[in-house]
């Protein structure tokens, strides 16, 4: 079965970095696109991040030029790089694969923007 686990979530400062990470399983990783999303308190989920199949690219506004999406096909894995973070990047993040109009979430990881 589908199987997503984030990883790589924590606290950091504003303008600070992290990268958090989502293993996949269950499915042919390479064919499908990858998805990130996130979800603040009292807030609804928001498409972050998508990468397809080819490598090609999609960002929130709120966030181009500071994330970075990428993925490994070898290793099953999708990635978000994300810089100069905000505390308004303050949500828990969860990754993302769709097949047909089935939606397939992690369990999520907590990234919080605080000094």
């Known amino acids: 079965q589908v199987q997503l686990v984030e990883s790589g979530g924590g606290l950091v400062q504003p303008g600070g970095s992290l990268r958090i990470s989502c293993a996949a399983s269950?499915?042919?990783?390479?064919?499908?696109?990858m998805y990130w999303y996130r979800q603040a308190p009292g807030k609804e989920r928001e498409l972050v991040a998508s990468i397809n199949a080819a490598g090609s690219r999609t960002y929130a506004d709120s966030v181009k030029g500071r994330f970075t999406i990428s993925r490994d096909n070898a290793e099953n894995t999708v990635y978000l790089q994300m810089n100069n973070l905000k505390p308004e990047d303050t949500a828990v993040y969860y990754c993302?694969?769709?097949?047909?109009?089935?939606?397939?979430w992690g369990q999520g990881t907590q990234v919080t923007v605080s000094s």
């Open positions: 269950g499915f042919i990783f390479r064919d499908y696109t």
């Open positions: 993302n694969v769709r097949s047909g109009l089935l939606y397939y």
